[in-house]
């Protein structure tokens, strides 16, 4: 068995290099065949990956934050394991894996002599896939101010990034009119956010679906229904940073495996931190999809 570690350099404001020492003590003391690949582009990730299939034997480690896994999990062949080392801004993803509070030597340590398991992912219009949230509206505004203004301005911790952005941009939250089947059934709303969720927590500090689970086989589809004041916003908002938001008015839930959405205009989305702008989207889910490994003795709350 290979492990090769996909690093990005820029991750974490530079938590990604930190790791690079670390991994080769590790390999210096205990043995093993390994290799670090740092990556010198966007979507250089996704490039590495690909290069691996399930006869060579190995497990890709992504060294860096969501966006990084994202890519390798794009550019992932079949049969192929993923690691998910957190050393990102939010490392959102990995608080569905675990959340305890530990060193790096630890984290990396845990995960190396972790265990494998099969978890579900999503496939967003057919061709990118997502571990963890997809996102539609005032969020994925959020996002973006963050991604391309905060986090290149600003060296904040990210749950301080994402909370600032969402003072700064959820002072207008604007509903936008929605036509939502989920397998098979149709709703016709006015929401100002969804979020489809595989995982937990996203944004570097919400928690949509505080009892998301990786492998049961379903979304869970979080939805805040408009018109929303700005006092009502930032009522959910702060419960939504909990996960206190489920039984509030505005909040509507649903669960599903193939969803189809489509808009009036294009709306703002970001898939696992990657963003763009769309008027429609189909996603699907695929259970059991992904061998992930993950550390024995791991803890979620």
Avoid at 2 to 31: T, W
């Amino acid at each position: 068995m290979k492990h090769v570690f996909i690093v990005n350099p820029i991750s974490g404001k530079g938590k990604a290099i930190k790791y690079i020492p670390i991994i080769n003590q590790y390999f210096a003391d205990n043995g093993g065949d390994f290799e670090i690949l740092v990556t010198e582009k966007p979507k250089h990730a996704r490039e590495i990956a690909h290069r691996y299939t399930r006869e060579d034997d190995v497990i890709l480690y992504s060294v860096g934050g969501d966006g990084t896994s994202k890519e390798i999990l794009d550019g992932l062949n079949e049969g192929v394991t993923l690691c998910v080392v957190p050393a990102g801004t939010g490392n959102d993803f990995y608080k569905s894996i675990d959340n305890r509070k530990l060193s790096l030597e630890e984290t990396l340590k845990g995960l190396i002599e972790g265990e494998v398991i099969k978890i579900d992912y999503g496939i967003f219009n057919g061709t990118s896939k997502f571990m963890n949230v997809s996102s539609f509206g005032i969020d994925a505004d959020i996002n973006i101010y963050a991604c391309d203004y905060v986090k290149v301005k600003y060296n904040l911790p990210g749950s301080i990034v994402y909370a600032y952005s969402a003072l700064k941009v959820g002072t207008k939250p604007k509903s936008f009119h929605a036509e939502m089947t989920v397998d098979g059934k149709k709703y016709v709303r006015k929401p100002v956010l969804i979020a489809i969720c595989n995982g937990r927590a996203y944004g570097g500090c919400f928690r949509p679906s505080p009892q998301a689970k990786l492998d049961d086989g379903y979304f869970d589809i979080c939805m805040f229904n408009g018109p929303i004041t700005l006092p009502q916003f930032f009522r959910l908002i702060v419960k939504y940073l909990s996960g206190n938001h489920l039984a509030e008015k505005e909040c509507e839930f649903f669960h599903g495996r193939n969803i189809d959405i489509h808009f009036n205009k294009e709306i703002a989305l970001q898939v696992d931190g990657e963003n763009t702008h769309l008027d429609s989207a189909t996603i699907e889910m695929v259970p059991s999809g992904l061998s992930l490994k993950v550390p024995v003795g791991r803890q979620v709350r």
